[in-house]
């Protein structure tokens, strides 16, 4: 199972997030780094555990729209090199294949991003192409033809339930399961709400095949050798 740090950047620093209200997110204060940097508070999480990939949001991208984003770079300092899940925004396909042309970054599309499945139906077929399902208050987050067009994703589907991030609440565990049914064979990926091991635990019961996870890293919540131990299975 794929534990997987995220990293929210705003004004290019990370920021604590909850429960999507991008306006109000601040810088983190967090006991594994003395800086909000992307460097530094990456560096924090990697002394947890040798975390090989990790998310990163382009807040400032996703809000106001999608060039190719120099966002993530700061990781590719970090020894061994991670690869990069990176959700800027976006919108054309000109932008997805600019960021794919890096053998280490993988674009996230989010569906909150998209105006129809044009771009999905470019790259979905793509290893490094990842679709986020994006949710809000029940509500999905995008054109419905990506929700109900199954075939059109590709192999890593994130399932994104906004209002659960940093919200401490639990994930979403009937949407997750409604959304890995509808999947076929591929991964499925949890997102928002993911409190402790016993999360975890029941997230791999149902097959589910990794989680972005933020607040419980910085509580200390999750510590390294329960990430270990789940990375390992």
Do not use: C
């Not at 976006?90 to 294949?97: I, S």
């Not at 890096?102 to 990842?130: K, M």
């Not at 999947?183 to 149902?206: C, F, K, Q, T, W």
């Amino acid at each position: 199972m794929l534990i997987i740090p995220v990293l929210d950047v705003k004004d290019g620093l990370v920021v604590r997030a909850q429960m999507g209200m991008r306006e109000s997110y601040k810088p983190i204060e967090t006991p594994l780094s003395s800086t909000p940097t992307i460097e530094s508070v990456a560096d924090g999480l990697r002394r947890i555990h040798p975390f090989p990939v990790f998310y990163v949001a382009d807040l400032d991208a996703i809000e106001k729209g999608s060039s190719p984003s120099a966002t993530a770079d700061p990781l590719f300092l970090l020894r061994p090199k991670p690869d990069v899940w990176l959700d800027a925004g976006f919108r054309e396909a000109k932008d997805v294949g600019a960021v794919l042309a890096d053998s280490q970054t993988f674009a996230v599309l989010g569906s909150e991003s998209q105006a129809d499945t044009d771009v999905l139906g470019a790259f979905g077929t793509h290893p490094r192409l990842i679709l986020s399902l994006d949710f809000r208050g029940g509500a999905f987050l995008g054109p419905p033809s990506i929700l109900s067009h199954p075939h059109l994703w590709p192999k890593r589907v994130i399932v994104m339930t906004l209002d659960k991030v940093g919200a401490r609440r639990g994930p979403d565990f009937d949407r997750l399961q409604a959304i890995k049914d509808a999947s076929g064979n591929r991964e499925i990926i949890a997102a928002g709400g993911v409190r402790n091991v016993d999360d975890l635990e029941r997230l791999y019961s149902m097959g589910i095949a990794g989680a972005l996870v933020a607040t419980s890293l910085h509580s200390g919540e999750l510590d390294g050798a329960e990430i270990s131990a789940f990375m390992d299975k």
